[in-house]
């Protein structure tokens, strides 16, 4: 028997996240044989009594990998698993989140393979609560994942088989139920399940028949493309023979009988989902899949254990620097090592969604990095609920937007309870004690008050109960932000704006609202509870933040003015192309009765992308020379009617320079009808044109054709930043620059080392030895690259430099000191990863063995910030500010590169840019170290050059 299905109401609800546990190591998860662990970072914490949630980012020798994993005690008592199916039906497909929400569910995946169009219908079956909400589609190379009564989990090959009966006995087959027909040769069921109303034929297919039914009686017969499906009854939906069954074989009132044959037999099913190949069974991976999706995409599966005992629901992140995917390999391997001895492989791509609700969250939310950014719309998915009622308090979990906290600020903190079964609570919060150690601050109430500077645990008790945090307080701040520093806002509109603070050592804090001092330069508006809020009267200006005698700022223009661009009523001006060229589509002006928003005519995009190995794109191209925006564009405005059929919606602007820019209107077509999208603008030489407007799918295994209509291309323009109303910057001062104190050793540091047959690049290099050779330094070091084309007298000071001269760039190598360690890297071919990544393994072993706040030197050939792969820059900046923190290491990082010196110290490491031989201003830096201190001076080179020397420009570096 079919049944209608249940609304659940979702929970509405603030959610800040936050991770219980974080753990860092060395190559400890198991990797794949032809890739090397060198960093991993695992956040960890219970969702709910029987499942917890572990995040792994791993660091390989073939990159980024981000894995997420619910592991699922199937035997807990607390436990329930069931399908998830969209608040209005399988054809309205829904983001996970939303799905998680509304049925109640404290996390799930994403399910089954399903027609990328709305109205729309997953491939396979979907079993909910013991009922059957979809059929399977009958293909032999895809199995389904169950879960009976007794929660014992299974991998299922499912075969669906129908036949409706008429009074007289004669039956005719069933199709599918809640399927998107096929010709509808056979007749067809939609269920409540399905939706409000039947997948409309297109205006080129005759008319369908359509038999209403309630209570198992048929209550009306009709033709049309579509038909409404009654909340307490089902339809049954026919062309052709099927058409011709019904209309001679039943009549208003008679009584329907369906024979449904589901094989296996579902009816000790709580619930099952359809997925795509089997990737474990009997815990080994096949030879081959019998569904293979190619490539390394990001990818959902289910798995269980021997035993049955546990589940396994997992995500892996893909097609983002962040992670670079699996193969479909790669994930079976990946389930057999995560201990499932049977896995199915899920919808994947953009598909792949987790969604979680963290430890004394009340609110779910997606903890994955999705594949574009946003949600795609799906039709089902996997849920786990929590059965348990909420207790009493267990523990206490303490929350706030940052730890770091300014000296001389407060930052206010939150507490999270959670009862035994992990559920979330609320609690009395004037029932908790605050306290914080090592003298650090005062507590009024949740609110802290940083006093000395330093780190600390903060404590919080409620009763018997007790949970701490590491905080830690800045020093004296150097600097402040203000972030956006850019902003552009309607008349009459609010802007909060985020204050940092910078202090001496390079590390970071936000600084809260209540402790921000606001001043407004010009007549654009004012503060309301840290608040800005536009004045009525267009205008350019400022907003200036203080904040313990510092100050920063933000540049303001209030009022901006629309100008129309295009209104899609000439055809002229416009042509259509696309990538690659198996891509298909059209750009055309149409008039009604097509969609138009305004006018008497819209642009229509269509588009066919097939299946392919790369993204694809339909665009919509301006002319040669693109079509020309107006000085002072911010951002462009568009209406598009969408069909909900998903997809990337983004644009192309070039400015004066010729630079070209992707900007996005939408990255995800998700909706019907006409809306309103908008992109801003990147900061760029004005004027700007626009190329180009395309949609693109970078999904290579989903499939779709369709359309889209644009009207009233608009540009919204503001006027100038005056940029005159900024405080200047704050200057940082360091204490280690210095040319009275001396060290036990004299390290001479320049960048890269270049020296061909010129007479202008010999005296350089002459000259650089001999200011180095000066301070008679152990060790001379070049942290660039070294070309040294000529031949050197052995008398020449040059001579002498050179036999000293340690460089980076040329491998890894160290070199110890009694006063220091010095350690030489090469990110030659772009990052540490990309010329060997066997120098991460060595750098971490290096680090390790070195005794407490010893003085380390690092060498390497360019900025982290200019590594190829940004991530890994960030991380290796990481490492050692946590080497800072935990050994006390005092980190020099020099590289080269610069056109100029530079220093600065971020989170505890110092960085030292330094120019090389043709850099604009070139100098020499010499170290003295000694004692744990390191104090260095510069010594321009340039101001030793003769004036005649046109190799260099005459410029002093400041000392």
């Not at 010893?854 to 390497?860: E, N, R, S």
Request: proline share 5%; net charge neutral; with cysteine.
């Amino acid at each position: 028997m079919l049944h209608k299905k249940k609304f659940l109401c979702p929970w509405k609800s603030r959610f800040l996240p936050i991770f219980l546990a974080v753990l860092i190591m060395l190559g400890s998860f198991p990797v794949f044989a032809q890739e090397i662990s060198l960093y991993e970072e695992s956040q960890n914490f219970p969702v709910t009594r029987g499942v917890t949630y572990e995040g792994k980012t791993l660091f390989t020798s073939l990159g980024w990998q981000k894995i997420h994993i619910l592991k699922v005690d199937l035997s807990s008592e607390n436990i329930d698993i069931d399908s998830l199916l969209p608040g209005k039906g399988l054809s309205q497909r829904e983001a996970l989140s939303k799905m998680v929400q509304e049925n109640n569910a404290v996390a799930g995946i994403n399910g089954d393979f399903f027609i990328m169009a709305t109205p729309s219908a997953p491939i396979g079956a979907q079993v909910k609560d013991g009922r059957l909400v979809s059929s399977p589609s009958n293909r032999k190379d895809m199995a389904a994942f169950g879960l009976t009564m007794d929660k014992l989990p299974e991998i299922l090959r499912m075969e669906f088989s129908g036949k409706v009966e008429a009074p007289d006995g004669t039956t005719f087959d069933i199709g599918g139920i809640n399927k998107i027909g096929d010709g509808y040769g056979k007749i067809h069921i939609y269920t409540p399940d399905f939706g409000t109303v039947t997948p409309a034929v297109s205006n080129t297919v005759s008319d369908l028949t359509f038999a209403i039914v309630r209570n198992n009686r048929i209550v009306n017969i009709i033709d049309g493309k579509t038909a409404d499906i009654p909340e307490d009854g089902l339809v049954l939906a026919a062309g052709g023979d099927g058409a011709n069954f019904l209309k001679s074989r039943f009549s208003t009132g008679d009584t329907i009988k369906l024979h449904l044959n589901m094989t296996p037999d579902i009816s000790n099913l709580k619930m099952a989902l359809g997925g795509g190949a089997v990737l474990v069974e009997n815990g080994a991976v096949p030879a081959s899949f019998s569904h293979d999706i190619p490539g390394s995409n990001p990818r959902t599966a289910v798995g269980f254990s021997a035993d049955k005992k546990t589940m396994f629901l997992v995500v892996v992140d893909g097609r983002q620097a962040e992670s670079r995917g699996m193969t479909q390999k790669e994930m079976a391997e990946l389930m057999v090592k995560l201990g499932a001895s049977f896995a199915l492989n899920l919808d994947g791509g953009g598909s792949s969604t987790m969604v979680v609700r963290p430890l004394g969250e009340k609110q779910p939310q997606v903890i994955n990095s999705v594949s574009g950014g946003v949600q795609r719309l799906i039709t089902n998915g996997i849920g786990i609920f929590s059965r348990a009622s909420a207790g009493n308090v267990y523990g206490l979990k303490i929350v706030a937007d940052s730890f770091n906290i300014p000296r001389g600020g407060h930052r206010t903190f939150e507490m999270r309870a959670y009862d035994k079964n992990y559920n979330p609570l609320d609690i009395d919060v004037s029932s908790v004690k605050w306290s914080v150690s090592n003298n650090l601050g005062t507590f009024k109430n949740n609110v802290f008050f940083a006093v000395k500077s330093g780190y600390g645990q903060v404590t919080a008790t409620l009763g018997s109960i007790k949970a701490t945090q590491e905080i830690k307080v800045l020093s004296d701040g150097a600097a402040l932000s203000v972030s956006p520093g850019k902003v552009q806002i309607n008349n009459g509109a609010k802007k909060a704006f985020d204050v940092t603070i910078i202090d001496k050592e390079g590390y970071k804090a936000p600084v809260e609202p209540f402790d921000v001092k606001w001043e407004v330069m010009g007549n654009i508006g004012s503060f309301n509870n840290g608040e800005f809020v536009a004045g009525e009267n267009p205008g350019s200006g400022a907003i200036i933040a203080g904040f313990s005698g510092l100050k920063a700022g933000a540049l303001v223009l209030v009022g901006m003015g629309e100008k129309i661009l295009d209104d899609f009523e000439k055809p002229d001006g416009r042509e259509f192309s696309s990538y690659p060229s198996t891509t298909g589509g059209a750009f055309s002006i149409v008039t009604q009765p097509e969609p138009v928003n305004s006018g008497t005519s819209s642009g229509k995009l269509a588009y066919e992308f097939p299946v392919g190995n790369s993204t694809r794109a339909a665009y919509v191209n301006f002319g040669s020379n693109g079509l020309p925006l107006p000085v002072g564009t911010v951002k462009l405005s568009l209406m598009v009617y969408g069909q909900a059929r998903g997809h990337w919606l983004r644009g192309t602007v070039t400015d004066a320079d010729g630079n070209e820019y992707n900007i996005d209107f939408s990255k995800d077509v998700n909706w019907q009808g006409w809306k309103k999208v908008e992109a801003e603008l990147p900061d760029g030489k004005q004027p700007f044109s626009l190329k180009r407007i395309y949609l693109v799918e970078i999904d290579p295994s989903d499939s779709d054709s369709g359309a889209i209509y644009l009207d009233n291309l608009a540009a919204a323009v503001a006027g100038k930043y005056d940029s005159s109303l900024l405080p200047p910057p704050s200057p940082w001062f360091d204490t280690a620059n210095t040319s009275s104190k001396t060290g036990n050793i004299v390290i001479g540091a320049f960048g890269s080392l270049a020296m061909d047959s010129s007479p202008e690049s010999q005296k350089m290099a002459s000259l650089i030895a001999s200011l180095t050779n000066q301070y008679r330094p152990k060790m001379n070091l070049i942290a660039g690259q070294t070309s040294i084309n000529s031949k050197i007298s052995s008398n020449s000071p040059l001579a002498a430099f050179i036999k000293n001269m340690k460089t980076a760039g040329t491998g890894y190598k160290t070199l110890a000191d009694n006063e220091a360690f010095f350690i030489f890297l090469d990110s030659s071919r772009g990052s540490l990863r990309l010329t060997d990544y066997n120098q991460w393994i060595k750098l971490r072993q290096d680090l390790n063995a070195l005794p407490i706040s010893k003085t380390v030197f690092i060498a390497i050939d360019r900025a982290p910030e200019t590594f190829s792969d940004s991530l890994e820059g960030n991380l290796l900046k990481k490492i050692l500010s946590d080497y800072v923190k935990n050994k006390n290491l005092n980190i020099w990082m020099l590289y080269g590169g610069a056109e100029r010196f530079g220093a600065r110290m971020e989170n505890g490491v110092h960085y030292v840019s330094l120019p090389g031989t043709n850099a604009k201003e070139p100098s020499v830096t010499i170290f003295n170290i000694g004692r744990g201190q390191v104090y260095y001076k510069v010594v321009p080179v340039v101001e030793k050059i003769v004036s005649e020397t046109p190799a260099v420009k005459r410029v002093l570096l400041p000392i």
